[in-house]
């Protein structure tokens, strides 16, 4: 990392911090490898806008619908990205599912046109 100069953290309980996260929500953080002054870093994160109440969902989301896995496979997934982990996408893939990855702005149309598997009728 510090070869290709890239700031980075160490020695933090990734598992606290997640229930934090989990917790309070997203909030926005400071990272410096040049700054240690904690009162200049906090007077900095406060110039940034506060993260409650903004939509993200539209910049993260796929523009393209895309697949994953195999048209044989035994169940069709269509899944809406509102900002979906890769690793998601592949840990369905890798139990037996076709997965369709549909933008955040999908009709209904385009959804059942993909026919996914219907595992359960809704009430």
């Given amino acids: 990392m510090e070869k290709d100069n890239v700031v980075g953290i160490s020695d933090v309980d990734t598992r606290a911090l997640v229930r934090i ?26 110039k940034v806008p506060s993260m409650d109440g903004l939509e993200l969902s539209s910049f993260v989301s796929t523009k393209n619908a895309y697949t994953e896995g195999s048209e044989k ?40 046109a993909f026919k996914p598997t219907v595992l359960r009728e809704l009430d």
């Fill in 73 to 112: 496979s035994a169940y069709r997934i269509a899944l809406i990205d509102y900002g979906v982990k890769k690793n998601i996408v592949r840990c369905l893939v890798e139990r037996g599912c076709f997965v369709k990855v549909f933008p955040l702005n999908v009709n209904w149309n385009e959804i059942e």
């Fill in 21 to 46: 996260i989990r917790n309070k929500g997203a909030m926005n953080a400071i990272i410096s490898s040049t700054e240690q002054d904690v009162e200049k870093l906090k007077a900095e994160l406060k």
